[in-house]
């Protein structure tokens, strides 16, 4: 599916700021040439909770990110892959948490 508009997210990562040995630095932004969910290109979560499931608290670390690009999702949860990813900033626990709190309460009736 291409896309043109930014799709704001967050992402997971190992301890050394890498996901599947892609070194990520924050401030920064990523090309790729395809998006496949679960496959190729980038990948981040709209809903902050659904990176729990890939990346559960601990030693690992999160960010907010945008993706832009071409996009595909991904049927079970909120993941996105994309071809354009840009790390916003690093999130201590805490402000994940905050994130995650405030995605819920956004979309309370």
């Known amino acids: 599916m291409a896309n043109n508009k930014v799709i704001q997210g ?5 301890k050394d700021f890498k996901c599947r040995d892609f070194q990520f630095e924050e401030g ?13 290109g980038f990948h981040f979560c709209e809903n902050p909770l659904d990176v729990f499931g890939y990346y559960p608290p601990g030693e690992n670390r999160f960010a907010s ?9 991904h049927s079970d949860d909120s993941k996105v892959a994309c071809t354009e990813i840009h ?19 956004d979309r309370v009736d």
């Open 28 to 40: 920064k932004t990523y090309t790729e040439d395809k998006a496949v969910i679960c496959n190729k």
């Open 65 to 73: 990110v945008e993706g832009s690009g071409k996009t595909a999702g």
């Open 87 to 105: 790390i916003k900033s690093e999130l201590t626990i805490s402000a994940f948490i905050q994130a995650c709190t405030k995605f819920v309460f």
């Open 10 to 14: 967050f992402k997971g990562f190992d």
